[in-house]
Structures are given as structure tokens and as C-alpha cells.
């Protein structure tokens, strides 16, 4: 049964994936938005809510490292393994403006969240904890960057228009927002099912809880960010691609983990430095292999994904 279950979700995810960036793409156009700001919000924000989902909960019940490091976890894993196999099925267009202003955000971001946690080098206290206050000052990166998105928005409109007027009429906006809103649920249940299944199967097969947690279960909440983004890439719609994953990981550290610790404290385990700093690498080198050449070719694919690979042999080896 179970297998019969994973299919399903796997259905699910597929199908929902082909309907969300399909829905979403639409009323980009409809409302002379850019793609790209789309995936940055609608299509981030959405495709992020499984890792929102599991680290609300787990700050509820008291499970902080559940919370930071999914969402550390989650942001490594968008980018290399998802970056990496969606520039290998189509290279990823890198816009400017990503290139200027959201992936140095997504720096920014990680930045402020190493500062928040290191409590005992910066401010000499026994315990590393990401704070109430930490928490609000996460939200209010995170407002500011909402900000951002809706001025890009209200200035580009225009240009976007013009660009528009050779892309033939989209169907109904009501229909297009079903089938976003639809898509959606399907990539969150496939996703879920999926997950649940998988785990089953695993430890049928003997696998430790640990390394279900590591692998399948960490890899099972980034499945809509990864399978949106190559099913954006397939629609040769790159801009959503990228922008799924940059906006998804500005999401995660500054939304999810600003209101997870608003609703509880997070002690900080002194492990989670060393996947933060990788974190802050591997955004650097994102931002490097965007600037050859505006976009992110099938070379740095691969090296995107054999870096997931050497970081998944770490994290097996160290726990």
C-alpha cells in the first residue's frame, strides 16, 4: 500500500507543479507583474509552507532543532541539488536585478542570522538562543524585503506590459488563480504523502531514524521547491525557477524562523554553525556562477549537485 501511496503523491506533485507555475505564470502576465517577482512571492511563498508547516510546529512542541535545521537544511538543498538539476534540464537566465539585490539579500539574511545565534561569542552568555526580540527582528527583514518586491513590482509594470503584448490572452483570472491555488494544495498533499510513505518504506528496509530524518524526510519538505522549479524550467520559465528558490530561502530564514521563534525560543545547537556558514558559501558561489554571464549553465549544474553530495557524506559522517 504504501508504494501504491508514494506513486500517488508523486502524481500529485508532478500534476500540482504543472498547474502552480502554469496558474501562476498567467496571472504574472494578466496583472503585468514579472515572472520573476512571482516566483520571488506567490510561487516562494507557497512552494516554502511545508518547512513553515514543520518548524511552527516543532517550536510549539519544544523541538528547536527541528525548526533551524530544517530550515538551514531546506535552504542548502534548494540551493545546490535544486538549482543544480534544474539548470541541468534548461540553463537558468539570471535577471540584474537577482544578481544586485536578491541573492545579496539572501546573504544578508544568513549573515543576520549568524549574528542573532551567536550569543556566547558576541555577547558572552551560556547558552545560544534565537531570541523573541531575534524573532521580530527577522520579521522585520522580512517586511522590509516584502517592500522591496511590491516597489520593483509598482515600478516595472510598464515595461512588463509592453513585454506582454506578444504572449496571446491567458484564460480567466479566476481560472488561473484555481488552478495556482489548486496546484498548490496538490504539491503540499503529494508532498506529505510522499514523505509519510517514503519513510515507511525506509524503515522497512532497516534505516536508522536518523538517516530518514537526513535524507528522505529533509529532502521531502523541499520536494514543491524542487519539483516547481524544474517544471518551471521545463516551461522555459527560468525567471520563476530561480526566483522560486532565492525567494524560498529569504522565506525560510527571515518568516519561518522569525515567527517560529516568536512563538518559542530556539536554543541553538553549536552544530548548526558550521551548516550556516556553508549555507553563506554556497549563496556567495550561487551569486558568482550568476554573474558568468547573466546565467547558470549545465557546468555549474554539476557542481552544485556533486556539493550536495559531499555535504550529505558530512552530515552522515558527523552524526
Not at 508532498?191 to 525506509?202: F, H, M, Q, S, Y
Not at 519539483?227 to 522555459?236: D, E, G, L, N, Y
Request: proline share 2%; net charge neutral; charged share 15%.
Amino acid at each position: 500500500m504504501s508504494y501504491i501511496l508514494l506513486l500517488v503523491g508523486l502524481a500529485l506533485l508532478i500534476k500540482g507543479a504543472d498547474y502552480f507555475v502554469e496558474g501562476a505564470s498567467s496571472i504574472a502576465r494578466s496583472l503585468n507583474v514579472s515572472p520573476l517577482l512571482i516566483g520571488l512571492t506567490i510561487v516562494a511563498f507557497g512552494t516554502s509552507s511545508p518547512e513553515a508547516t514543520v518548524s511552527i510546529i516543532a517550536a510549539l512542541e519544544g523541538n528547536a532543532g527541528v525548526a533551524l535545521g530544517n530550515v538551514v537544511g531546506s535552504n542548502i538543498f534548494n540551493i545546490t541539488l535544486v538549482v543544480g538539476i534544474t539548470a541541468l534540464l534548461n540553463p537558468l537566465k539570471v535577471e540584474s536585478e537577482t544578481i544586485r539585490k536578491e541573492i545579496p539579500y539572501t546573504l544578508l539574511a544568513s549573515t543576520v542570522l549568524l549574528v542573532l545565534i551567536s550569543d556566547i561569542t558576541l555577547q558572552s552568555l551560556n547558552a545560544n538562543f534565537i531570541t523573541r526580540s531575534d524573532g521580530f527582528i527577522l520579521l522585520l527583514f522580512f517586511a522590509i524585503f516584502l517592500y522591496y518586491i511590491f516597489e520593483v513590482a509598482r515600478h516595472s509594470r510598464d515595461k512588463v506590459k509592453e513585454e506582454n503584448e506578444d504572449f496571446p490572452k491567458s484564460s480567466s483570472k479566476v481560472k488561473n488563480i484555481l488552478f495556482t491555488i489548486g496546484g498548490l494544495a496538490a504539491i503540499i498533499f503529494g508532498g506529505d504523502i510522499v514523505v509519510d510513505n517514503a519513510t515507511t518504506i525506509a524503515f522497512s528496509f532497516g534505516m536508522s531514524e536518523t538517516l530518514v530524518g537526513l535524507t528522505i524526510v529533509a529532502i521531502g519538505t523541499s520536494l514543491p521547491e524542487l519539483i516547481t522549479s524544474i517544471t518551471a524550467a521545463i516551461k522555459k520559465e527560468s525567471e520563476i525557477a530561480l526566483g522560486n528558490i532565492v525567494g524560498s530561502n529569504i522565506f525560510n530564514i527571515l518568516f519561518v524562523l522569525g515567527a517560529a521563534s516568536v512563538v518559542s525560543p530556539l536554543a541553538v545547537d553549536s552544530k548548526i554553525f558550521i551548516d550556516v556558514l556553508l549555507m553563506m558559501i554556497i549563496t556567495v558561489v550561487l551569486l558568482v556562477f550568476s554573474r558568468t554571464g547573466f546565467r547558470i549553465g549545465k557546468r555549474e549544474g554539476v557542481f552544485l549537485i556533486i556539493s550536495y553530495v559531499v555535504y550529505m557524506t558530512y552530515i552522515l559522517m558527523r552524526n
